[in-house]
């Protein structure tokens, strides 16, 4: 009385099998134009010495007397802009839930300009506005860079903006104010003990895409003249040849490493958050 | 207890101070904003409004629009011609296989942390722009690069036969570097979007593979693929970075175009200058605009 | 033979069973409606019939075809889904037409079908709309006509009002089956929802971890459940274990108090362990002497729930919910006040343990 299951499931998987060869042959070769590259790079960064495959062009690029400042400087500089832009985005974004909520699609007007405003465009009008009279902002390499984070911190608004604003939606602001509210606490107890705990992995997020961004910026850092990474691994591809393979593993690595602890945190904070939706 | 709504601006006012007060202007509530407003205004608008301005600005110091109708001038619209061929071509090839990309990885048949790994990378991929990621062409494809040197070894001198990195075919190669990701990570949510029962109920409805695709799985995700690809145009069009890295600054681009003007006046007329970084403004300004009106359009058919 | 035939059906996913040995014959016309928790396997049963999942074992006959193994979109069964599966690309009227389109009909003879369908679930207004701008009620109307379009053999719903609010589901209920009646469809119903597979269905095929545990009409599924388990997810009910005192007079007690039962227990011995189900709509407070079943009980508490006042009620040492119809003149009880209650002896469901 029982059917052949067999006949079934041929006829029902012979169209899924030929699809999984395809799907298999597609994310092969595209595998193949994203790794060869990385292959290729890490390979030449091995050749620092004749004959030998070591890490001499990584001993080398650190032991460049341009290196370390350039970066150094580079980190410095992305803290700053991290700092500062969570300063100004978490109070706007919190601002912009509760209290303003007809400013919202101001600021989420502001946050999208970085992404009209091509960066060479941008710097162009800093450099044209600030650095000539009256506005003389940009008349030392120091008031420069300062001018130079105040730039990044507007780059990063959109994504700062985004994280923080989907961190605030995902743990219902409102509700939580009210609740801390109703027990007693003050404004400044509520930031710090009831929103900020609750948004630590949007903070987090926006914070390390930031770096990854500011970290190897070139265009803006290049025509305001600051020795950052950006621009030293713009001379260093024209004046070593082993070096520059080095540096763009190292600048793969760490921009593995922001996106990878985003992935972690992230994947951890939506288990906590669908956890607390299926209750 | 006192009702505790805020929804309006007396509840700050009433927490902090003990009594109720009348509303009134809340300054305080601006004191949040204010910062936000303040940055973006001096190092984000204000330049920008300032190059709009001058870009009307004519040699003489009086308003006109010669700088606009200077734009037809070959150099620049070399320039453009360029950008607009290599975005275009980057968004509408990052598009298709990004879109392919995705939809392998999410119903393609693949074990599911495969999809894990290219979100990541994809991550990854499309925040690497710039020189590294020049660089790491270089290695591969440069004239001394590692595949050059493999097809050399096969008796084939790719550069001897054309091909250039530092040419239109080069640099859309490397730009599809950061392109393609872009595409998965953003159309990725989109395909998560497509309900299994609108599959079902289509095929409950006598309907093929093909024809749910060509009629609704397809149709549902245009405007997700557009906007998607109109972005990648967008991204394309005012990236420097990694073309500068690659060429020096000398290729005819947009962007390059305008790095040479802040160095050098190249163009040996500010005004026009400016009307170039403006053109790139507006044309980026179009993109957007279009990508969230589709993306408008998506979000209300997938929810 | 019957006009579908569910045979012998089942399904494993891995070492799961899902649907153990399914069998059930449905009649051209009949409502049947699939009841159980969720898990139940009631949903991979109707899914086997739609074609979506294919059985580990057994036979699905349609009009006397074979379509155990027939691919979905082979099948003539029109399925509608908890969360409605409009395509959000077409309009109301392009979705009812889908199912004609797709299979080549030519544009006027679609047109005429869809100006049909959207006349019978009474949305002329609507038919230009995208689903985004209907209600939850509208969307799954719209689905209804959608899946009756394509004159299906068969008409699958899967939990089709679980997603809507209480009074739209009522009115969509009663819709469903007289849309079902007219056009003398045969409809399998999915539901979690005992109120309503027992208000809209012919039959009822009660499920519980895939297995069939009781088939029958709302009325024997109700006023005679055969297992603890129908009993107890059809209707609210009082459990008591009960010890049988004399077979021959169907005689059990609970904890000491008497009680007659028209259940035949010839075959059980004095002094079986059983288990007796009483609905509360069964008790009643004892007005005249000569009834049967006249035992003392100790109010506890009374809930005022609208149209229905339920008594809780102590007999010997079991806690009895006893409901009566609410009006204005009601003279009810004080609590801790000793009454005497009383059911008939049909009331007394004996039940295996």
């Known amino acids: ?279 | 207890m006192k009702p505790n709504s805020s929804t309006n601006s007396q509840s700050v006012n009433s927490t902090v101070g003990g009594a109720k007060r009348p509303p009134r202007i809340p300054i305080g509530h601006w004191l949040g904003v204010l910062p936000f407003f303040v940055f973006s205004g001096l190092f984000l608008i204000g330049p920008t409004l300032n190059l709009a301005y001058r870009s009307f600005e004519g040699l003489d110091g009086g308003l006109t629009l010669n700088n606009y109708r200077q734009l037809a001038s070959d150099t620049v619209m070399n320039a453009y011609g360029m950008s607009i061929k290599i975005s275009l071509t980057t968004a509408i090839l990052g598009g298709l296989i990004g879109f392919l990309v995705a939809w392998v990885v999410s119903m393609g048949g693949l074990p599911p942390r495969f999809r894990l790994i290219t979100s990541t990378f994809s991550g990854v991929a499309a925040n690497f722009a710039g020189v590294p990621l020049a660089s790491a062409f270089v290695f591969t494809l440069g004239r001394v690069g590692l595949v050059t040197a493999l097809f050399k070894a096969f008796g084939i001198n790719l550069y001897k036969s054309g091909f250039s990195l530092y040419s239109f075919l080069g640099l859309t190669l490397v730009y599809l570097y950061f392109q393609i990701p872009l595409m998965v990570l953003t159309i990725l949510p989109a395909l998560d979007g497509l309900k299994r029962e609108w599959r079902e109920a289509a095929e409950n409805l006598g309907a093929t593979q093909i024809q749910y695709w060509r009629y609704v799985a397809l149709p549902v995700l245009t405007p997700s693929i557009l906007g998607t690809m109109i972005l990648l145009f967008g991204n394309a069009f005012g990236a420097h970075a990694t073309a500068y890295a690659l060429t020096g600054g000398l290729f005819d681009l947009a962007t390059l175009l305008i790095g040479r003007q802040i160095s050098g006046d190249v163009l040996h007329n500010p005004g026009l200058g400016y009307a170039v970084a403006m053109g790139m403004v507006i044309i980026m300004a179009f993109s957007i605009l279009i990508y969230s009106v589709l993306q408008r359009r998506s979000e209300r058919w997938l929810k | ?353």
Not at chain 1, 90 to 119: D, H, N, S
Not at chain 3, 58 to 69: E, R, S, V
Not at chain 3, 227 to 244: D, I, K, P, Q, Y
């Open chain 3, 1 to 353: 033979m019957s006009y579908l035939s569910i045979s012998h059906v089942t399904k494993q996913f891995g070492d799961t069973v899902v649907v153990d040995d399914f069998n059930l014959d449905i009649e051209k016309g009949e409502f049947v409606s699939f009841l159980g928790p969720s898990g139940c396997g009631k949903t991979t049963t109707l899914r086997m019939v739609a074609g979506f999942e294919i059985p580990t074992a057994g036979k699905i006959l349609l009009d006397g075809a074979d379509i155990t193994d027939k691919a979905p979109n082979q099948r003539n069964v029109g399925m509608i889904f908890q969360s409605y599966a409009l395509f959000p690309n077409m309009t109301v009227a392009q979705n009812i037409g889908f199912g004609l389109s797709v299979r080549k009909e030519s544009k006027e003879m679609v047109a005429q079908r869809v100006d049909e369908m959207i006349s019978l679930i009474n949305l002329e207004k609507h038919a230009l709309k995208y689903p985004y701008q209907l209600s939850g009620g509208q969307q799954q109307r719209v689905s209804l006509a959608r899946a009756l379009a394509i004159h299906p053999q068969v008409l699958l719903l899967d939990e089709p009002l679980s997603a809507l609010d209480a009074k739209i589901r009522v009115s969509l209920r009663a819709e469903i089956r007289a849309i079902q009646k007219k056009l003398g469809i045969t409809a399998i119903f999915v539901t979690h929802d005992q109120e309503e597979a027992l208000s809209i269905s012919d039959r009822i095929v009660v499920m519980n971890s895939g297995l069939m545990e009781q088939v029958g009409t709302p009325f024997e599924i109700y006023n005679f459940p055969t297992t603890v388990f129908s009993a107890n997810f059809v209707g609210s009910l009082n459990n008591a274990s009960a010890e049988v005192v004399d077979p021959a007079l169907s005689l059990i007690s609970i904890d000491g108090v008497q009680f007659e039962s028209a259940v035949d227990l010839k075959e059980r011995k004095k002094g079986d362990k059983v288990r007796v189900a009483i609905r509360p709509e069964r008790l009643s407070f004892a007005s005249e002497q000569k009834k049967a079943n006249v035992v003392d009980s100790i109010i506890e508490n009374i809930t005022f729930l609208g149209s229905v006042v339920r008594i809780r009620v102590k007999i010997g040492n079991t806690k009895f919910n006893m409901d009566t119809f609410n009006n204005p003149f009601l003279d009810l009880p004080k609590i801790g006040a000793v009454e005497q209650v009383t059911c008939s002896r049909e009331a007394v469901l004996v039940l295996d343990e």
């Open chain 1, 1 to 279: 009385m029982t059917t052949s299951p067999a006949s079934a499931t041929v006829t029902v998987k012979r169209p899924v099998v030929r699809n999984r060869l395809v799907s298999w042959l597609i994310f092969g070769v595209v595998s193949l134009y994203f790794l060869i590259p990385l292959a290729a790079t890490f390979y030449w960064s091995l050749r620092g010495m004749k004959d030998v495959l070591g890490f001499e062009a990584y001993r080398k690029l650190f032991a460049d007397t341009n290196f370390l400042p350039a970066f150094s400087q580079s980190i410095v500089n992305a803290v700053a802009t991290i700092f500062l832009s969570l300063l100004i985005v978490v109070p706007t974004a919190y601002w912009v839930t509760l209290r303003l909520p007809k400013l919202r699609p101001v600021v989420e007007f502001i946050t999208l300009l970085p992404f009209v405003i091509p960066a060479v465009v941008l710097v162009f009008g800093i450099i044209r506005l600030y650095s000539a009279p009256p506005l003389l902002f940009t008349a030392t390499y120091n008031s420069s860079r300062i001018v130079l984070i105040f730039v990044y911190v507007c780059l990063s608004f959109p994504y700062m903006f985004r994280s923080v604003d989907n961190g605030l939606r995902a743990i219902d602001v409102r509700t939580l104010t009210e609740a801390a509210q109703s027990l007693g606490a003050n404004w400044g107890t509520i930031l710090f003990r009831v929103i900020f705990p609750n948004l630590r992995v949007a903070l987090l997020s926006g914070a390390l895409l930031t770096f990854a961004i500011v970290i190897g910026e070139l265009t803006i850092a290049l025509y305001m003249a600051q020795h950052t990474l950006g621009p030293y691994m713009s001379d260093l591809t024209r004046s070593k040849v082993y070096e520059p393979s080095a540096m763009a593993i190292v600048a793969f690595a760490i921009t593995w490493a922001a996106m990878g602890i985003i992935d972690f945190v992230g994947r951890g904070a939506t288990r906590h958050v669908q956890m607390v939706e299926a209750d």
